[in-house]
Structures are given as C-alpha cells and as structure tokens.
C-alpha cells in the first residue's frame, strides 16, 4: 500500500458499491474500505495523526467527479 491523499481516500469511501469497515483500539483508529471484498484503502488514525493508503491500482475504483 501507498500514501493518497484524503480527496482520494474520501471519493473512495463515498462510492455506494464499496463497503466500509472501522476498528478501534485504544487510541488507534483504522476505517478499511473494500471493494468485492478485495482491500483496496485504509486510513489510520492514531492520536492527532491521519494517513490514507491504498493499494498501487487504486485509480480503477474511483469514480468521476464533476
């Protein structure tokens, strides 16, 4: 996986035909994003820190913005 930004990440997760997951564990927070449950973006929260990954191909599954 590789860094995105969080314009990629959020087109991501607001597509209807993906399926979103969130976990929390202590003080992290991890929301995967999934498509045919295939793992495709995650984000990771750990205190005031964010980051965004997905995977090499994830320009397949985002969608066009108007």
Same mark, same amino acid.
């Given at each position: ?6 314009? !990629? %990440? ?7 035909l ?22 495709? !973006? ?5 205190k005031k820190?964010?980051?965004? %990954? !997905?995977?090499? !191909?994830y320009?397949? %599954? ?5």
């Amino acid at each position: 996986m590789k860094l995105i930004m969080r314009s !990629a %990440f959020d087109n991501l997760r607001l597509n209807p035909l993906h399926s979103v997951e969130s976990d929390v564990n202590g003080e992290k927070q991890v929301v995967k994003i999934f498509c045919n449950e295939q793992l495709i !973006a995650k984000r990771v929260t750990l205190k005031k820190s964010v980051r965004y %990954f !997905a995977i090499k !191909a994830y320009q397949h %599954f985002l969608t066009q913005e108007e």
